[in-house]
């Protein structure tokens, strides 16, 4: 899964071909509710397990054209390409954002 670094760099190649080609494009944030309590109860083995799921269950739930990324800790950033207002509705609850 890209990190923070490569997704800032796609979110920046996104808004260039925005600006010179008007591809529209949206981003998505979410954290895993109560992470904190995750870990302090399971343990940080576990955590990782939890974070590494959702990760690939993310990564293939999504178009190509897409990234998911891990922002930081439990946060994780989706940017979706080419979309209209209906079609991030639909992605956004499809992944459960």
Known sequence: MPNRRSA???IKSKLKAYKKLDVNFALGFFDI????VINDTYGHDTGDMII?????TLTSSTR???MISRWGGE???AVFVGVDQEQIGYLSEKLGF
């Open 8 to 10: 800032t760099a796609f």
């Open 33 to 36: 509710d109560d992470f904190k």
């Open 52 to 56: 590494k799921l959702i990760s690939k």
């Open 64 to 66: 190509h054209s897409d």
């Open 75 to 77: 946060e994780f950033i």
